[in-house]
């Protein structure tokens, strides 16, 4: 039933056929409503408040060919600099009516930074993160830490650190950027700070001071004591990523515990600090399927978004079923039943949600049907 037919059907139970007086003086009294921008609930409750999740965002996915075309041409036609920037081409969920939000709550886009460019430093209250499709080259500088970038990355730069990012390379470099930017609007919390638009940091270390302060498996540092709402790490090396999925399929085969499911090899990327989540709103996974292996269908309250690293999927989403291929990008609205089944090659995907929202206010649910 639509909200629309829900509400009727709720306004005549409340006022059974009207006479054509009543109905004068009901028109006149919905008319001084909406005058005074009052809205009585009587007419709206099954819109405001369905069974269960009815999101707006529908289930998109955007073709890495398309995408890649479009950031190389605006690389061709648009500098970058102070003022607009980035060359971030956002994704924006056509459920949602307009702005570019991929999610109620977050922002995917491809970044595009050409050979010799530089992306000014700024900062702002919404945390971000990137990760690598394909690629090296660039740098990206937070908080005066420059952070190499390259091909399988996840780089994280929380709330209020200064960045900004350079490509030394010969060749062009293009990766994925993920914000909470939507929850920021939505909600009327965000902040913004220019910075310098020379870098702070010019060096094109191998390794982060982050990374060589707190990147080491297991270990962190003993004169950082106590917790922090974001993780210290600016980068989640590749190396690291690929040698635990690895070794959870390794151990698979051997018959131990690790896996999600059968075929399946999920890491989730965590704060060391706390053990918990990479930043406040925003979770990060990694997601590997043998071939022909499928994820346990599941139901969850919040958004995911995932890129297809390497290798082929189909994903299947309510009713709806898209295939996928490297640098693709898809999301998962709220409550939508989701799958994913390997192609022959099986596939590796980055995968991004804002779980730990909705797990900090107490409004995470999931549900697995029986039986799929
Ligand atoms: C931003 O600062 C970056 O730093 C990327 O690379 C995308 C989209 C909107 C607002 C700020 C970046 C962004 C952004």
Redesign the pocket.
């Known amino acids: 039933m639509s909200s629309d037919d829900y509400s009727k059907k709720h306004q005549e139970f409340v006022a059974p056929e009207p006479t054509p007086e009543e109905q004068a003086e009901l028109d006149a009294m919905y008319a001084k409503m909406d005058e005074l921008h009052m809205k009585p609930l009587w007419r709206q409750i099954g819109g405001l408040m369905p069974n269960e999740p009815e999101p707006r965002a529908i289930a998109h996915k955007w073709d890495w060919s398309e995408l890649i075309k479009l950031a190389r041409r605006s690389g061709d036609l648009v500098p970058v600099g102070r003022g607009g920037?980035?060359r971030?081409i956002?994704l924006a969920n056509p459920g949602l009516g307009g702005p570019t939000y991929i999610a109620p709550t977050l922002?995917a886009?491809i970044?595009y930074l050409g050979p010799g460019e530089n992306?000014p430093e700024?900062r702002?209250s919404?945390n971000?993160f990137?990760f690598v499709i394909e690629g090296e080259g660039v740098w990206?500088v937070v908080n005066g830490d420059a952070v190499p970038m390259r091909r399988g990355d996840f780089l994280l730069?929380p709330g209020w650190n200064f960045?900004?990012?350079h490509n030394i390379a010969t060749e062009p470099m293009a990766w994925l950027?993920g914000?909470d930017?939507p929850f920021a609007h939505q909600m009327d919390t965000g902040f913004f700070e220019y910075g310098t638009e020379k870098l702070t940091d010019e060096s094109t270390p191998e390794h982060s001071r982050s990374e060589r302060l707190w990147a080491h498996p297991g270990l962190r540092p003993v004169s950082f004591p106590g917790a922090s709402s974001s993780s210290p790490i600016g980068r989640y090396a590749w190396e690291h990523t690929d040698a635990a999925l690895k070794d959870q399929l390794a151990l698979e085969d051997a018959g131990f515990p690790g896996v999600v499911s059968p075929g399946h090899a999920a890491i989730r990327f965590t704060n060391p600090t706390t053990g918990g989540d990479v930043m406040s709103t925003i979770r990060a996974e990694f997601h590997r399927l043998r071939p022909a292996a499928a994820t346990t269908p599941v139901q969850e309250v919040g958004n995911r978004v995932f890129q297809v690293f390497e290798g082929t999927a189909t994903i299947r989403i309510g009713e709806e079923s898209f295939e996928l291929k490297h640098g693709d990008v898809v999301n998962v609205p709220s409550w939508k039943l989701w799958t994913i089944e390997a192609g022959s090659d099986g596939v590796d995907l980055f995968c991004f949600s804002d779980h730990p929202i909705f797990e900090k206010l107490d409004l995470a649910r999931t549900f697995t049907p029986e039986g799929i």
Do not use: N, Y
């Open positions: 920037e980035r971030a956002g922002w886009a970044q992306a700024h702002h919404q971000a990137r990206t730069t960045h900004g990012h950027d914000l930017i």
